[in-house]
């Protein structure tokens, strides 16, 4: 059974920083590229961040390019969104997914996370 489980989030004043984690069970980590999104309140959901295997190769989304990063570690079968400088919109649910395929920001990954709110409020 594939379970991707993030955790991280939480309320964190403008400016302010937080990294979420996505641990994953059941798939070979390594071989499986990973895609960070959010979802605000009546709005699309919307691709965040891209990892790839063996290189690592990134891909961070327009809208907060400058930000955040994204890394990974495949001993522990875990993905990493770093977001720095947060803003009041960034506030949303974030999920992480993963696929055996290269999905990069299109939100149709095989496998999703159940999320983690993000709130950037004063």
């Known amino acids: 059974q594939v379970q991707l489980v993030e955790s991280g989030g939480g309320l964190v004043q403008p400016g302010g920083s937080l990294t979420l984690s996505c641990v994953a069970s059941?798939?070979?980590?390594?071989?499986?590229?990973i895609g960070w999104f959010r979802q605000a309140p009546g709005k699309e959901r919307e691709g965040v961040s891209y990892?790839?295997?063996?290189?690592?190769?990134?891909i961070i989304a327009e809208s907060v390019k400058g930000r955040f990063t994204v890394s990974r570690d495949d001993a522990k079968k875990t993905a990493y969104l770093h977001m720095n400088s947060l803003k009041p919109e960034d506030t949303a649910v974030y999920y992480c997914?993963?696929?055996?395929?290269?999905?990069?920001?299109?939100?149709?990954?095989?496998?999703w996370g159940h999320g983690t709110q993000v709130t950037v409020s004063s």
């Open positions: 990892i790839g295997t063996i290189t690592g190769d990134t």
């Open positions: 059941g798939i070979p980590f390594d071989a499986y590229y």
């Open positions: 997914a993963a696929d055996r395929l290269a999905r990069y920001l299109y939100p149709t990954y095989s496998y």
